[in-house]
């Protein structure tokens, strides 16, 4: 009789990824990064476990949207309080913060529990090429 095999904690090991996120479309990449960050990349993949590598993107200024998003997609917040309410463009947010762009995509595919958000802890996201993780002799993950 065989026994399924359930990771813990102690047996995961992290790798690094480095992503280059130059002509990359952000929905298809955010799916891959949070494949990555769930652990279901890997054979020991435990839905309860965080089995997850850590993921490194660079080049976040010069993510693609396909379509015409660029133009037509908002994004919707509101405070809680009347007259609260406020649309974002993404064209906006694009010139300020692109690395938010990158992480509401990833933050939205990952499960909504205390296990999500510690998987999205292990992503880091640059807007630039540079990055303070070389130490870590991250491996270069192709989408």
């Known amino acids: 009789m065989t026994k399924t095999f359930i990771a813990k ?4 090991q992290r790798d690094w990824h480095v992503i280059d996120a130059t002509d990359k479309v952000l929905g298809r990449m955010a799916s891959r ?3 990555v960050l ?11 476990v965080d089995t997850g590598d850590f993921v490194i993107v660079t080049n976040a200024t010069k993510i693609k949207l396909t379509g015409n998003k660029i133009n037509e997609k ?16 993404i064209k906006k947010w694009m010139d300020k913060h ?3 762009i ?3 995509a990833v933050k939205r595919m990952l499960p909504k529990t205390k296990l999500g958000r510690a998987m999205l802890k292990k992503l880091k996201i ?3 090429t ?8 991250p491996k270069a993950l192709e989408i």
Request: hydrophobic residues 20%.
């Open 102 to 104: 990158v992480n509401m």
């Open 38 to 48: 769930q652990g279901k990349t890997k054979p020991i993949y435990t839905p309860h």
């Open 74 to 89: 908002v994004y919707y917040t509101h405070s809680g309080y009347p007259g609260g309410f406020k649309e974002i463009p």
């Open 9 to 12: 904690k102690e047996d995961v």
């Open 126 to 128: 640059y807007p630039g």
């Open 33 to 35: 990064i949070a494949m």
């Open 130 to 137: 540079e990055h303070s993780h070389e130490a870590q002799q």
């Open 98 to 100: 692109p690395d938010r």
